[in-house]
């Protein structure tokens, strides 16, 4: 607490692109919309050189640490993790603003008596757009084309609409909910591989990692969408992507580490798949002189297709305030982290 109020500290960085970085006007819209509650908060907004933590200048750590003695709730993406109850005594969440948390794992460092929520649904209205985009794209062969155009080749590579064909997606949580609503829409069929005994909307059937095999060789599309953990790195490797028909195509919208890039490389490069677009990668920014710039028959994107540069702060920010409302109202938190899944 501070002088009475609950402190909410935002931790922006230099290091990351605009959209993940608050600004004070969007602090004050957020207490503007929240009149009842403006006059009990305290927010602060800090901003580091650089993401990783452990290159956070003298200035940075100083700053910080001076902020984080009165924190209650605490708002970004990275952050010194040792003796956090030490230099954070009132801090009760830690609030991502990333939906992946692979970043912090293992989740060791965690003091008791802390919650960690993630921005998980954040995404959805720009995501949803950009899925949609990725499977007519695929789905008309425009990887393909791409590269015939680079190559300066007139291929006409006729296709066929979407509707009837089969998407597989591995995760069924928001992201994998909203790529399936996007196919359905399209008049696709279905299929979610899910660990877990789900039955989310918009999907046809949701069959259990063991029968992937069985999933696979029914797909037209695969869709990654599932978080990076301990069971799902580089569960799309060479002996899976054997398993999908010649036709088949890959998007990969979660983490690029889901995916053997090379094993995909090499599938493009033998005609062994259709097409693939990547918005991820398991290094970025992707070093110049990777094979991936080369590959053909593969669309790439910088990791933008979910972050809205308007509406992705505020979106947040509104996250964290009902959260707040949750928790003085007695109510679970939006996205809490199960760390025991690892997400």
């Not at 591989?193 to 029968?211: A, M, T, Y």
């Not at 990654?224 to 790195?233: E, G, M």
Request: charged fraction near 20%; hydrophobic fraction near 40%.
């Amino acid at each position: 607490m501070y002088q009475g109020k609950t402190h909410i500290h935002i931790e922006n960085s230099n290091g990351s692109p605009p959209v993940f970085n608050a600004t004070e006007q969007q602090v004050q819209a957020l207490l503007d919309k929240n009149p009842d509650l403006a006059g009990e908060l305290h927010i602060t907004i800090g901003c580091s050189d650089r993401d990783e933590a452990e290159n956070w200048s003298a200035i940075n750590l100083e700053e910080y640490y001076a902020q984080m003695k009165t924190t209650d709730i605490f708002v970004g993406y990275m952050f010194p993790l040792e003796n956090i109850r030490g230099y954070a005594p009132d801090l009760k969440v830690i609030h991502f603003i990333s939906s992946g948390v692979d970043h912090v794992a293992p989740f060791t460092w965690v003091p008791e008596g802390v919650q960690l929520v993630n921005n998980r649904g954040v995404h959805l209205p720009k995501s949803g757009e950009s899925f949609g985009m990725f499977l007519a794209m695929l789905n008309a062969g425009i990887p393909r084309l791409v590269t015939s155009q680079h190559n300066k080749k007139w291929d006409r590579h006729f296709t066929s609409i979407s509707q009837g064909k089969t998407l597989v997606v591995i995760g069924v949580g928001n992201q994998g909910g909203e790529m399936a609503r996007r196919a359905k829409g399209l008049g696709m069929y279905v299929i979610g591989i899910s660990p877990f005994d789900e039955n989310p909307e918009f999907f046809d059937e949701v069959l259990p990692n063991s029968r992937m095999k069985e999933a696979f060789g029914r797909a037209d599309m695969v869709a990654l969408t599932a978080p990076l953990t301990d069971d799902t790195r580089n569960m799309m490797n060479r002996e899976t992507m054997d398993w999908l028909p010649k036709h088949a195509g890959i998007i990969n919208v979660s983490r690029g580490a889901l995916i053997d890039e090379k094993a995909l490389h090499d599938k493009l490069v033998a005609g062994e798949l259709s097409g693939a677009i990547l918005d991820v990668f398991s290094k970025e920014p992707l070093p110049q002189d990777h094979f991936l710039w080369e590959t053909p028959n593969l669309i790439m994107t910088p990791h933008v297709s979910s972050d809205d540069l308007v509406n992705y702060i505020p979106r947040t920010l509104d996250l964290m305030i009902q959260n707040l409302r949750n928790e003085r109202e007695g109510k679970p938190l939006i996205n809490l982290l199960d760390l025991s899944r690892q997400f």
